[in-house]
């Protein structure tokens, strides 16, 4: 029977984490015995999956996480980050305001991404050739999602996203070695072939989509890939804030003071504040 004490010890449960004076265990190893034994990709595998990876597999997620550290103080995330410093917000302000826009926009298409990637390998089944699966997939997508084909696309990098065969031809070696199957890369570059053809001009992969195939081929869940962005994005935040606290510049918006936004509301109005416009009213 339980009792005040079970009541109060129960009410958060984990298996994350046991601590107690003079003893700190993370997934039941000591905390001593992690430190300096394990990268801090492996870390992040162990509390979120709950096990320590190979050093292969740790390597192939790192290459990810090095990947999406930053992409320049146009991306609305880090230009949030740096405005709040600007603002007076401190270090863990200004990421906590980085962090709070990565959502489905901005941010999420690699939790998309490893979605479709996995209505693709659940529609070609054994089959081998997965571009007619990767389209009625694709379709599947737009119609019931967005137009959008999560992973692919991008405003700056065409015909090609740097990153992205860097990523690829690295899961390629790991598939060689037996550490991945490659089934997922197989599947990023279906999709790539059949929006290529459907476009008639390159869709190149982006960090998204790239990023994707390794988590999916790591074997982690969807939402995990989000956390994963954030995680790594927050380092470039971290160094943006740092650098913007350093220039010492106070309320920075968006664009420089000479600027101005467009206005395309009525023309001023002559009616005394108060007083209804309408004299029938």
């Known amino acids: 029977m339980s009792g005040p004490r079970s009541d109060v010890s129960d009410w958060w449960t984990t298996s994350i984490i046991d601590m107690a004076p003079g003893q700190i265990r993370m997934r039941g190893r000591p905390i001593e015995d992690l430190i300096g034994a394990v990268s801090f990709p492996q870390m992040v595998w162990l509390m979120t999956r709950g096990e320590l990876p190979n050093e292969a597999q740790s390597r192939l997620l790192e290459c990810a996480l090095v990947a999406a550290v930053d992409h320049g103080p146009q991306a609305p995330s880090i230009a949030a980050a740096r405005m709040a410093v600007t603002c007076g917000l401190g270090l863990n302000g200004a990421m906590a305001s980085a962090v709070n826009m990565l959502d489905d926009v901005h941010g999420g298409a690699g939790e998309q991404a490893v979605e479709l990637y996995g209505w693709i ?8 050739d997965l571009e007619d699966a990767a389209a009625a997939m694709i379709d599947r997508w737009q119609a ?28 390629d070696a790991a598939a060689s070695e ?11 570059r279906a999709v790539q072939k059949v929006l290529n053809d459907r476009k008639g001009k390159p869709v190149p992969m982006n960090i998204d989509g790239a990023t994707a195939v390794i988590y999916a081929e790591l074997g982690f869940a969807g939402p995990l890939a989000r956390g994963l962005f954030c995680l790594s994005r927050s380092v470039g935040v971290l160094a943006h804030a740092w650098e913007q606290l350093q220039q010492g510049e106070r309320n920075k918006g968006p664009t420089p003071p000479a600027y101005r936004w467009t206005y395309d509301g009525p023309n001023p109005i002559d009616a005394p504040v108060g007083r209804a416009e309408d004299s029938d009213a």
């Not at 037996?178 to 990023?188: L, N, Q, Y």
Request: a positive charge.
């Open 144 to 171: 019931e999602r967005t137009r959008f084909a999560p992973g692919f696309g991008h405003r700056f990098h065409k015909p090609e996203d740097p990153r992205a065969p860097r990523l690829l031809g690295l899961v």
């Open 178 to 188: 037996g550490v991945v199957t490659g089934r997922f890369a197989a599947i990023g």
């Open 121 to 128: 390998d659940e529609a070609a089944g054994a089959d081998p």
